[in-house]
Antibody, heavy 121, light 107 residues
Framework: EAQLLESGGGLVQPGGSLRLSCAASGFSFSSFAMSWVRQAPGRGLEWVSSITGSGGGTYYADSVKGRFTISRDNPKNTLYLQMNSLGAEDTAVYYC??????????????WGQGILVAVSS | DIQMTQSPSSLSASVGDRVTITCRASHNINSYLNWYQQKPGQAPKLLIYAASSLLSGVPSRFSGGGYGTDFTVTISSLQPEDFATYYCQQGHSTPLTFGGGTKVEIK
């Protein structure tokens, strides 16, 4: 069974940086695109970024473009999100999600449990 | 960008009720529409993909429909475990976007 385990969250000051990690197991990691989706407290879901299985293609929401960088280490079965210039608007639970285009289009078929990032002074 | 609009934003219903949630896309997304269920403190879970296909293991009381810009998810007989927030998501093109969510509460 697929497992996704996020780590690296916590409290950071405005303007600071943080790197999230997502350790994957139970599936062929390099065969699937992966994404980060976030949810601000009491709010809905917001797609943040995606990366292709090979890592050759990356995509970002406008709200994070130029500040966040998604990457992956396929031999280590790990997904990353480097977050720079953090602001209060980035406070959210960040979910790592597996994509499967075998369902048709971009479908998040499995999610990690989420990790909280809080930006505050 | 494709905007996704869900309605209602919340509803109150009783066990056994039939419930329908609507999702409208701002552009034609063919059938690239997915539905997720999220319970408090938990990650979202995929229920329906490609507008009308149930993920394996999802109860048959859930059904999805629609094409193009207008979509629905229906719960034919609401069960206690169905009280949750439901989100639609377009998988047609980036930026991938979600509806605002529909919270299904107990009446």
């Amino acid at each position: 069974e697929a497992q996704l385990l996020e780590s690296g969250g916590g409290l950071v000051q405005p303007g600071g940086s943080l790197r999230l990690s997502c350790a994957a197991s139970g599936f062929s990691f390099s065969s699937f695109a992966m994404s980060w989706v976030r949810q601000a407290p009491g709010r809905g879901l917001e797609w943040v970024s995606s990366i292709t299985g090979s890592g050759g293609g990356t995509y970002y929401a406008d709200s994070v473009k130029g500040r966040f960088t998604i990457s992956r280490d396929n031999p280590k079965n790990t997904l990353y999100l480097q977050m720079n210039s953090l602001g209060a608007e980035d406070t959210a639970v960040y979910y790592c999600a597996k994509e499967d285009d075998g369902y048709g289009g971009n479908v998040f078929d499995f999610w990690g449990q989420g990790i909280l990032v809080a930006v505050s002074s | 960008d494709i905007q996704m609009t869900q309605s209602p934003s919340s509803l109150s219903a009783s066990v056994g009720d039939r419930v329908t949630i609507t999702c409208r896309a701002s552009h034609n997304i063919n059938s690239y529409l997915n539905w997720y269920q999220q319970k408090p403190g938990q990650a979202p879970k995929l229920l329906i993909y490609a507008a009308s296909s149930l993920l394996s293991g999802v109860p048959s009381r859930f059904s999805g429909g629609g094409y193009g810009t207008d979509f629905t998810v229906t719960i034919s007989s609401l069960q206690p475990e169905d009280f949750a927030t439901y989100y639609c998501q377009q998988g047609h093109s980036t930026p991938l976007t979600f509806g605002g969510g529909t919270k299904v509460e107990i009446k």
